[in-house]
């Protein structure tokens, strides 16, 4: 008979229970093996403060629908304020009225055209405006070529009727404030170009 090996019923037992056991040296080299292993370094941007290699996605500006807004509530007072002034020039040529102007009165068809010019303009600033919420920059280039023309037609009004200029300012100075006003304008209309996220089109479609 030959004797009973005692690892035997061990090894048995361990494989039925579905356990392996594994020599002490192969453990030790496992374990030498994962210790050794060293963590991956993480670069920061400097000028994010951010790890590298993030993509960060952030919303379209804000700036064109609110300069288009103010386009279009800007170009809708002028619009009325100028269909009013229409209703009134009847008293700048009357005779009997306090605000006669004797070069109106003569020449009133100059007045009507370029008041009647303005109000196309100002109805155009307001479809500008319009495409400007919608991100087109077509509506950009709308609004400075109307305003190119209302500085154009004030600047004839001015030189045509000198009777307007009733203040003590001229001619030339009003000239002056209406190129740097017009300036101003041309120039909040383009903070949109400004941005460089405005999600602006360049497309000139307009629908």
Not at 162 to 191: H, K, P, R, Y
């Amino acid at each position: 008979m030959q004797p009973e090996d005692k690892n035997a019923g061990g090894i048995g037992e361990s494989v039925i229970s579905g356990e392996v056991s594994q020599p002490l040296e192969q453990v030790n080299e496992q374990t030498t093996f994962i210790s050794t292993q060293q963590p991956q370094s993480v670069i920061i941007d400097p000028s994010t403060g951010l790890p590298q290699n993030i993509l960060i996605i952030q919303e379209p500006s804000a700036a064109p629908k609110v300069i288009g807004i103010l386009v279009i509530i800007y170009g809708s007072i002028l619009t009325v304020l100028s269909i009013l002034a229409v209703l009134g020039f009847s008293y700048l040529t009357d005779p009997d009225s306090e605000l006669y102007l004797k070069q109106v009165a003569d020449s009133p068809t100059l007045l009507y055209v370029l008041t009647g010019v303005s109000i196309l303009c100002y109805i155009a600033q307001i479809f500008g405006g319009a495409l400007m919420i919608q991100k087109k920059k077509l509506g950009i280039y709308i609004t400075w070529l109307a305003l190119l023309v209302v500085f154009i037609g004030d600047t004839l009004l001015s030189l045509s009727y000198d009777e307007i200029n009733q203040n003590d300012l001229g001619t030339t100075v009003n000239l002056g404030f209406s190129v740097v006003c017009s300036g101003i304008c041309c120039l909040l209309v383009a903070i949109p170009l400004m941005i460089s996220d405005n999600g602006m089109e360049d497309s000139f479609k307009i629908l």
